[in-house]
């Protein structure tokens, strides 16, 4: 049998499960045990703890641990222009009018989907002050912290076109070799908000949104949870406006307002709330 740092049992586990469904609904599988070990294990370290059980019992006394814990939990992968067909759809969607626009990027994690979004902005509509409110938010400050700073390896940024790398990126020099950063002009274009997609409020978005970017978070929560955010997302847009979901992600069978208008890209019909 695997010998393990520290004492963590079935029931620490499922205990783990429920304390992160509950805060940030996103349902663990059951073969997800080596991975909440090795994710919390670093916070067992950090607190000189031996057991899992300390830690939790830790985390129900401690409510700024909370952050620490769904910090440790959420998985970030992501990368620029990750699903290309996405951003041809909007930079058409954009194209058509040049008019204002307002865009929520729901999880933007470390920042590269919505600085991809604010790049695609900027091609629209030719310019580095569009008329153009681009809200990016997640619910790992740590993720929020380097998403705001923009600074990429440059294996990070290797997806990208070199016209792209050289228009919208500066590239490190001495001590920052090996690395990219946002320039100013696009970092500008995109305000960074902590933001727990289940809790009840949602003030530090607004209405009538254009387009409402969440990929690949709904796999995390179950049907229920699903559905009642994308009537949430659902009221937030604007009749028109477009809602784009992660590759493996079904929109239509849980909101009826809902359309299908391309590959996982949706659009709010007309006349509805």
Same mark, same amino acid.
């Given at each position: ?141 740590? %993720?929020?912290?380097?998403? !705001?700073?923009? #600074? @990429?390896? /440059?294996? *990070? ?53 254009? %387009?409402?970017?969440?990929? !690949?978070?709904? #796999? @995390?929560? /179950?049907? *229920? ?49």
């Amino acid at each position: 049998m695997e010998h393990r740092e520290f004492e963590f049992t079935a029931n620490d586990f499922d205990k783990v499960r429920a304390i992160l469904h509950q805060n940030a609904g996103i349902c663990l599988g059951q073969s997800k045990d080596s991975m909440v070990y090795s994710r919390l294990s670093r916070r067992l370290r950090a607190l000189n703890l031996s057991r899992f059980s300390d830690y939790l019992a830790y985390l129900e006394g401690n409510h700024g641990e909370m952050e620490n814990f769904i910090n440790g939990l959420t998985t970030n992968l992501t990368s620029f222009f990750r699903e290309p067909h996405h951003f041809d759809t909007l930079n058409t969607y954009l194209s058509l009018t040049r008019e204002p626009k307002r865009i929520w990027c729901a999880a933007s994690s470390t920042g590269e989907e919505v600085y991809s979004i604010a790049m695609t902005v900027v091609k629209a509509y030719g310019s580095f002050e569009p008329p153009v409110e681009i809200i990016a938010t997640d619910i790992d400050s740590n %993720v929020l912290l380097k998403a !705001n700073q923009g #600074i @990429y390896t /440059d294996d *990070t940024a290797s997806s990208l076109t070199y016209d792209d790398k050289k228009r919208f990126f500066h590239k490190g020099t001495g001590n920052n070799k090996g690395f990219v950063r946002v320039i100013p002009e696009l970092r500008k274009l995109v305000s960074f908000k902590q933001l727990n997609l289940i809790n009840n409020q949602w003030s530090c978005i607004p209405s009538n949104l254009d %387009v409402i970017f969440c990929r !690949n978070v709904m #796999i @995390y929560f /179950d049907k *229920t949870t699903q559905a009642q955010l994308l009537h949430r997302f659902a009221q937030k847009l604007k009749n028109g406006g477009l809602y784009f979901a992660g590759h493996s992600e079904t929109v239509a069978n849980l909101n009826s307002s809902l359309i299908s208008v391309g590959r996982t890209v949706y659009q709010k019909r007309s006349g509805t709330p």
